[in-house]
């Protein structure tokens, strides 16, 4: 099992950027397929973006270009760089996963192993 931690999540103004950053820790694996999900409260866990060991993006209807997803393969971690952020937005930011799979999946079952989260706050 993979022990994920997430960093980055805090509070911002409508309109504001946040970068959010996933690693493992303890042992290093090699991040394979990885996704960001989301959580508000009172709804469900939503996908993201998600990221593929072979490179390939996929992101959330409701993204709209705003957040990106890429890896930096020399630290072996995954970031999120979020833009133009909305009060809606506002929600438990969680890594995710997926070591056997080859292909993105936006299915929260589909993630074998999860970070702690982190808040993302966006206040209008």
């Known amino acids: 099992q993979v022990q994920l931690a997430e960093s980055g999540g805090g509070s911002v103004l409508a309109g504001g950027s946040l970068s959010l950053s996933c690693a493992p820790s303890?042992?290093?694996?090699?991040?394979?397929?990885m996704a960001w999900f989301r959580q508000a409260p009172g709804k469900e866990r939503e996908f993201v973006a998600g990221?593929?060991?072979?490179?390939?993006?996929h992101y959330g209807d409701f993204v709209k270009g705003r957040f990106t997803i890429s890896r930096d393969n020399t630290r072996n971690r995954v970031l999120l760089q979020m833009n133009s952020l909305k009060p809606e937005d506002t929600a438990v930011y969680y890594c995710?996963?997926?070591?056997?799979?080859?292909?993105?999946?936006?299915?929260?079952?589909?993630?074998?192993?999860w970070g702690q989260g982190t808040q993302v706050t966006v206040s209008s």
């Open positions: 303890g042992r290093t694996f090699r991040l394979n397929n």
């Open positions: 995710a996963t997926a070591p056997g799979r080859t292909t993105i999946s936006i299915y929260f079952n589909d993630y074998s192993d």
């Open positions: 990221s593929s060991w072979s490179g390939s993006t």
